[in-house]
């Protein structure tokens, strides 16, 4: 029996179009609710970048697993090594890139590019401040955005180390600890309420969902997702713009 549920944002909860959450997806979270089903996020996004949505959430799992919390209680958090922290920004000032950079509660952005501009409008997220890289070091980080190609991102793991790079978009690669996903949130999340993975069912549609989706009792990918996200899902339902989690919660007998 389905006792928790975990959800993506990008591309799952919100279109990529409207940046809204569908009618038939509040109606489903009303049921799930008055059935006792558990919801949670689970997201790359850090706690600041989570929009308000009309949903009720009984946990929250940010930053690809690297910080997770219910209500007031931190379930569990994972910081990048600080050498790894330092090497980025060496290699981000010294190549001119752009990065975004996530503590636990605040986001900062060293400078404002096209790649940035195009992704706001896209994904429609508060623009972080800009701030220096030296104002970075000096941070405790969970997550940096890599605004770079795919083609760059092994000469970066190779410079790093300890590290993880899980692209879900063609401008830019998270950075995050190893020993970070959502995966790992997940069984954290799941530990923390007493539950197990066989009781739990998640949904998403990005390249950083595949370890969610391998790890839960029943996966869903969204219409929108990718042909090898979708192999990893025990089931694909329509995409986020067409009631994809209403849908397949129907299907499956959940509501």
């Known amino acids: 029996m389905i006792k928790a549920i975990f959800f993506d944002i990008d591309g799952t909860l919100l279109s990529y179009r409207t940046h809204q959450v569908l009618p038939g997806t509040i109606e489903a979270f009303r049921t799930l609710q008055g059935k006792g089903i558990k919801t949670f996020v689970s997201s790359g996004r850090p706690k600041v970048l989570i929009p308000d949505m009309p949903l009720h959430f009984d946990g929250y799992i940010t930053v690809n697993g690297g910080y997770c919390f219910a209500g007031e209680t931190i379930v569990h958090r994972n910081a990048l090594d600080p050498m790894v922290c330092s090497r980025w920004l060496d290699y981000v000032e010294g190549n001119n890139l752009t990065t975004m950079c996530f503590t636990d509660h605040e986001m900062s952005i060293n400078q404002i590019d096209p790649a ?79 539950l197990s993975a066989d009781e739990a069912m998640a949904f998403g549609d990005g390249e950083n969902d595949i370890e969610m989706l391998d790890c839960v009792g029943l996966s869903v990918a969204m219409g929108n997702a990718t042909d090898n996200v979708k192999r990893h899902a025990d089931l694909t339902t329509d995409d986020a713009d067409n009631e994809g989690i209403f849908n397949a919660l129907k299907k499956t007998g959940i509501i």
């Open 116 to 194: 940035v501009t195009a992704l706001h409008k896209q994904l429609g997220f508060t623009m972080p401040p800009v701030r220096p890289i030296e104002e970075m070091r000096q941070k405790e980080v969970y997550q940096f955005i890599a605004m770079q190609p795919a083609e760059k991102d092994a000469e970066v793991l190779s410079l790093l180390g300890h590290c993880r790079l899980p692209r879900w978009h063609p401008l830019f690669t998270d950075l995050i600890p190893e020993g970070s996903s959502k995966a790992v949130g997940i069984t954290k999340t799941l530990d923390y309420f007493g």
